[in-house]
């Protein structure tokens, strides 16, 4: 864990404390589309990413044909 978070760091991420993180102003926004993420809901809800999104609970049955192709 420790090589991973240097990795972040040298690559000019900040590492910040759970009780920081969560002063975000993100987490103060309630989003109109319930789901198993925020980033998911509020992205949805930006309405910039329309037919790009793919909800996070899709399995593999929507990778299955693209993954056989390349022999995966």
């Known amino acids: ?42 992205a949805k809800d930006s309405k910039k990413f329309e037919g790009k999104l793919r909800y996070p609970a899709e399995d593999s049955r929507y990778e299955k044909e693209k993954m056989d192709k390349l022999g995966l």
């Open 1 to 42: 864990m420790d090589d991973l978070i240097q990795l972040f760091k040298e690559k000019g991420w900040k590492v910040i404390s759970s009780q920081e993180a969560y002063t975000d102003p993100i987490y103060t926004i309630t989003p109109i589309n319930a789901g198993e993420s925020l980033i998911y809901s509020l």
